[in-house]
């Protein structure tokens, strides 16, 4: 198997696994909610607001693919734990919006409005950011 074809599969792999999670996990507040509230239209829409989520997923994947490219694993786990810190801590440490707004999942609105502008971005800024790391990968032990 290339280094190419690892790299790319692996990144895959983990946006499609963030694809079944979020969906399921979006099924089952939509569920939740439906039952309670009693509207059967809150399972499709909280459904697609936890899908809404995998192209923020996908730039972490794309991020960690780097990191893996450039032997610098810290990278990866410097990126989770910014969107960890920024997203549940943000507020409570009074971080800056701009600073909050730099995390992909910050990025990432309410159910009630899709924004499907951003999601496109990152779906781009993902896919670039793999490419670049399959480049990176692929030259790296050739020196």
């Known amino acids: 198997v290339s280094r190419w074809r ?21 099924l089952g507040n939509g569920v939740g909610a439906g039952l309670t509230v009693g509207g059967p239209a809150t399972v ?32 990866g786990w410097l990126a989770v734990t910014f969107v960890v810190a920024s997203l549940y801590l943000g507020a409570l440490l009074r971080l800056p919006r701009w600073l909050i ?3 992909p999942v910050g990025r990432t609105t309410a159910p009630t409005d ?8 990152m779906a781009l800024i993902a896919v670039g950011v793999t490419l ?3 480049v990176v990968y692929r030259r790296r032990d050739a020196a």
Do not use: C, N
Request: charged share 5%.
């Open 6 to 26: 690892w790299l790319l599969t692996a990144v895959a792999s983990a946006v499609l696994g963030a694809t079944v999670l979020m969906f399921f996990a979006g």
């Open 44 to 75: 499709l829409k909280l459904t697609l607001a936890g899908l809404a989520y995998v192209p923020a997923l996908a730039v972490l994947a794309a991020v960690a693919a780097l990191a893996v490219a450039l032997r610098q694993a810290w990278i």
């Open 114 to 121: 899709v924004p499907v502008g951003t999601m496109i971005v």
């Open 101 to 103: 707004d730099l995390s």
């Open 132 to 134: 670049a790391a399959g």
